[in-house]
Structures are given as structure tokens and as C-alpha cells.
């Protein structure tokens, strides 16, 4: 393909996603099977000139005169973000093969006028009104949290440390011409560069169950909610909105030993004597040894369905449950739970790094709707905790309204419910000795928010409760 071709197909590309729902690497797969003549780089130049007009799509629309095609957000990035002159962005244009039609006056004016003053928001490249919460939330450093909201994000792996060690999992990915680095916060976390975009799922240890794909926050709050709990055979930890089983999977590990403590725990000869390090790691999986009862719930029964061979996968059990309109479909449970895990469904902003183009699908309404259905949930969910046990709740946004609004709300109408403070957990044998200090800015009370500026994760929200009454 000729650089003008990759440009017309970018623009293609940019109004099928503006057209659907579908997430921008469907709709970019979609367009490589459907174009078989596209190569390797050629696909690989579509998608950079795709994801980097939907990570500044706000400050392209306002300069092209608020244009929103895929045609004029291309120009604009060429002119804007690239910085080519007018006479390089023509010769790119000259309507020949597969290349776009050459430049109207309106686009030759547009790019000659400039840029001029754009709003604080648009330059951020996000909706006005999630600029505003940003602003409310963060002060002075929104504009920091904006920026990295919207830049590309690495890929994080979280080690199953009930199949392998965190060190075998590394050697494995090097061996494999991968460049896994520690992650600061998780001490079962790797983290891979996002270029070049690894193929996680084609690798070995991937597919024997070793390692899953996971955002550090997102393992952060899966090992916060269960921190200090001892888990036995009748514990009972249910997972009230499963989704995609990711969650499900962290939480199902921590009643298992992990790969050193299996060890650690296996019968030795007689004389045989522990070396310090041994030790502690028996102390280390001594109450997660004994395993726990994983009731993994959802609303939408083929979503429970794409769990189980992950689950099959990864060596771990759950009990899958359909639950109801109205929440029902566990009522057995209610009151005997050690942990109730509410991971909600949410806008997803704070994932917007992987999938900028949800910032622009996301309306003010959904997020009252979101916020309402929030509280309906945790509502149903409730009553499920145990006295002396927690209830979790967690959503993977940035906004105001879908974190702390709601936890002010639970708490208002359920005064049985306590906060247990966020940093009493920190030194979970699950995070490094780093997130004791490092994490605690991030804490106030029983809250926990992180952000990709603050902590270099998604966005993430957390609140945690242990039922008095």
C-alpha cells in the first residue's frame, strides 16, 4: 500500500468505529481480514494513524470546524499532530489509485487558519464534562491525569502462582524474546512494553494457564479486598458481577498455595531442616493453603460461559451463577459470605489508554444511569456479607459520580457497614514492600483510587466495608 492508500483506509477505518459500538481493535481486525492485500506493516501504519487520532480526536474535531470523519480527523492529524506542511498534505491527496480525493477549499482553509485557541478540554482530548470532574477530583494536575488517561499503555500480566513461580514466568517470557519487567506495585505482576504489541495469547504460558492478562490496579484491588482474611474450605467469596472472569480468577488464586508454597508444604525426610527462606514462604501460603468457595456471578449467562475455560485454564474452580433481573439467584448465601467482590459495570474510563475511542461514546446520562444502577447493585449484593465479613466495591472509572458519589450514598443508607482503612492492607504478602509506601497517597480511609499519573495503572476506584451489624 502507498502511504496515501494507509491514509484513505485510517479514515475508513475511523467512521466504521464512529459508526458502531464495537472496539476499535474488532473493527481494525475486521478491516485486515476484509483486506488481505494490506501487509504486515501496512496494517500496523493503519492502526497507528487510527489510535493516534482517537487519543487526540477532541483537538482534531475542534480544528477542522468540528468536523467528526474520518477523512477530515486524518488531515488534521497529518497537519496538527505531524506537523506537515500544506503542500505535503496535497501531494497525499492527489486522488490517484487508492489514495483520498484531493483537498476542498474548506480543508485548504482549515489547515492554513491553524490550530488557534482550543479549550483547555480539547487539548486534553476528552469530553468537556469529564474534563470537569477531572478538575474536581485531581485540582491542578487534571491536566496531567487527562494526558495519561489518553496515552498507550503496557501490557500487565499477572503470574498464577498457583502453576508457577513469579521468577520461572519471567525466564519463560525472556526465553520467548519477551521483555517482562517487575511491576512496582504487584509481586505477582509483569509487565510487557506495548511496543511491539506482544501476541500474549499465542504464548506458552498463556495457554498452560501461567500467566492472564491483567492491569496491576486491577490485581491490586482483587488482593486488597481479600487482604488479612484467612480462607478455609467454608469460606465462601462471591464475585457478584464477574464480567470477563478476570477478577474471578485473582480472587479464586488466593485460596490456593502458590507454586513455592506447594513445595514448601511437601512431605520431607526425616533430619530434613527448613532454611529461613523456606520458612516464610510456608508462613507466607499457610492461610491460603486451605482453598475457599468461589460463587462467580453475572446477568448475562454467555459471559459466565467464557469464564469457565479460563478457569479450566488457569487450574481454578468456581460455582457459576445466572442472576436475575432483580439479583436473585443466590439468596442461600445471604449473610454467610466471608467476601462479597462488586467489580460494577461502569463507563470503563478508567481503561480509556487502551480504548480511547470509549471517551467519546460516553454522554453525562449514562454516567446517572450507571450511578443508579451502581447503587441498585450493591444493594442486592449486601445482604449476602456475613457479620465480620467485607464487601467490596470496585469499578474501573475515574468519574466522580461512579466512585466516591456512590460509596457516600451505601454508606448513608447502610450505617451497619464499616470502612476498613485502605492502608492497615498495604503490606498484603500479594503487593511489594514498595506499595506499603508507594500506595498510600492513593488511600484515604476505607477508599482507594489509582490512576494511570498517580500509579501508572488504569483507573481504578475501590471501596471497602466489613459488616458490624
Known amino acids: 500500500m502507498t502511504p496515501a492508500a494507509r491514509l484513505a483506509s485510517a479514515a475508513s477505518v475511523l467512521d466504521s468505529i464512529a459508526q458502531g459500538r464495537a472496539p476499535a481493535d474488532v473493527v481494525l481486525k475486521a478491516w485486515g481480514a476484509a483486506n488481505r492485500y494490506a501487509g504486515s506493516k501496512d496494517r500496523r501504519a493503519v492502526a497507528e494513524r487510527v489510535y493516534e487520532v482517537l487519543r487526540s480526536r477532541g483537538r482534531l474535531v475542534r480544528a477542522m470546524g468540528g468536523r467528526e470523519d474520518g477523512r477530515a480527523l486524518v488531515i488534521g492529524s497529518l497537519a496538527f499532530l505531524d506537523g506537515l506542511t500544506l503542500e505535503e498534505i496535497e501531494a497525499l491527496h492527489s486522488g490517484d489509485g487508492y489514495g483520498p480525493r484531493p483537498l476542498s477549499k474548506q480543508e485548504h482553509a482549515r489547515i492554513e487558519a491553524g490550530e488557534g485557541d482550543l479549550p483547555d478540554w480539547a487539548a486534553a482530548g476528552l469530553p468537556e464534562f469529564v474534563a470537569e470532574d477531572l478538575k474536581l477530583t485531581f485540582g491542578e494536575r487534571w491536566s496531567e491525569q487527562a494526558a495519561a488517561l489518553m496515552a498507550r499503555a503496557p501490557v500487565d500480566l499477572r503470574v498464577n502462582t498457583a502453576r508457577t513461580t513469579v521468577d520461572a514466568a519471567r525466564a519463560e517470557l525472556t526465553a520467548g524474546g519477551l521483555t517482562p519487567k517487575p511491576t512496582p506495585w504487584s509481586a505477582v505482576g509483569l509487565r510487557l512494553p506495548s511496543e511491539p504489541a506482544p501476541n500474549v495469547q499465542a504464548l506458552k504460558a498463556f495457554n498452560a494457564g501461567e500467566v492472564e492478562i491483567q492491569d496491576e490496579g486491577s490485581q491490586i484491588v482483587s488482593w486488597l479486598a481479600g487482604s488479612g482474611l484467612s480462607f478455609t474450605p467454608e469460606s465462601i467469596v462471591v464475585d457478584y458481577c464477574a464480567g470477563g472472569g478476570g477478577k474471578t480468577l485473582a480472587l479464586a488464586v488466593q485460596g490456593l498455595p502458590d507454586a513455592d ?209
Open 261 to 469: 508454597a506447594a513445595k514448601a508444604s511437601a512431605p520431607r525426610p526425616a533430619g530434613w531442616s527448613p532454611t529461613g527462606a523456606e520458612e516464610e514462604t510456608a508462613a507466607r501460603a499457610a492461610p491460603r493453603a486451605a482453598g475457599l468457595r468461589l460463587i462467580a456471578c453475572d446477568v448475562v449467562q454467555k459471559r459466565l460461559d467464557n469464564i469457565r475455560p479460563r478457569l479450566e485454564r488457569a487450574g481454578v474452580a468456581a460455582d457459576l451463577r445466572l442472576l436475575g433481573p432483580n439479583g436473585g439467584g443466590v439468596e442461600e448465601f445471604n449473610g454467610r459470605a466471608d467476601l462479597v467482590f462488586v467489580d460494577a459495570p461502569c463507563s470503563g474510563s478508567g481503561a480509556w489508554r487502551r480504548r480511547p475511542e470509549d471517551a467519546w461514546r460516553l454522554k453525562p446520562d449514562e454516567v446517572e444511569r450507571l450511578h443508579a444502577l451502581q447503587l441498585r447493585i450493591l444493594a442486592q449484593a449486601a445482604p449476602l456479607v456475613k457479620r465480620g465479613g467485607r464487601l467490596a466495591y470496585v469499578t474501573c472509572s475515574v468519574l466522580t459520580r461512579e466512585n466516591e458519589a456512590v460509596a457516600d450514598a451505601f454508606e448513608a443508607a447502610n450505617p451497619g457497614f464499616e470502612a476498613v482503612a485502605m492502608t492497615d492492607l498495604l503490606a498484603a504478602g500479594t503487593l511489594t514492600k514498595a506499595a506499603r509506601s508507594g500506595l498510600a497517597s492513593a488511600a484515604s480511609g476505607g477508599r482507594l483510587r489509582l490512576s494511570p499519573a498517580s500509579t501508572g495503572t488504569d483507573g481504578f476506584f475501590m471501596a471497602l466495608y466489613e459488616r458490624r451489624a
